[in-house]
Nanobody
Framework: QLQLVESGGGLVQPGGSLRLSCAAS????????IGWFRQAPGKEREGVSC????????NYADSVKGRFTISRDNANNMVYLQMNSLQPEDTAIYYC????????????????????WGQGTQGTVSS
């Protein structure tokens, strides 16, 4: 069974940081681009960032550029999202996702491009 499991969420004050992890099981991540998405209360799920299979190319939503950094460790089947300078508007459930098959390049435009989703991890930014 192919699974993605997110972790690392929690409560942080404005200006703080969280490091989210996405662990894959049932398949190796080497050939899969991976995306991070989030869903804030009352809003639609949106793309945050994605990383190519090799880690050589990344994309970020305009709202997080300069604050978030995506990375991966294919040897350990892990993808990370370092979130810095967090603000209340970043409060959301964060999901990692993988496409249905091997894909080198990533996109955060279409959620339909991703078939495998984790259950999400809650990130809350509040004073």
């Amino acid at each position: 069974q192919l699974q993605l499991v997110e972790s690392g969420g929690g409560l942080v004050q404005p200006g703080g940081s969280l490091r989210l992890s996405c662990a894959a099981s049932g398949f190796t991540l080497d050939y899969y681009a991976i995306g991070w998405f989030r869903q804030a209360p009352g809003k639609e799920r949106e793309g945050v960032s994605c990383i190519s299979s090799s880690g050589g190319h990344t994309n970020y939503a305009d709202s997080v550029k300069g604050r978030f950094t995506i990375s991966r460790d294919n040897a350990n089947n892990m993808v990370y999202l370092q979130m810095n300078s967090l603000q209340p508007e970043d409060t959301a459930i964060y999901y990692c996702a993988a496409p249905p098959g091997p894909r080198a390049y990533c996109s955060i435009v279409s959620m339909g491009s991703y078939d495998y989703w984790g259950q999400g991890t809650q990130g809350t930014v509040s004073s």
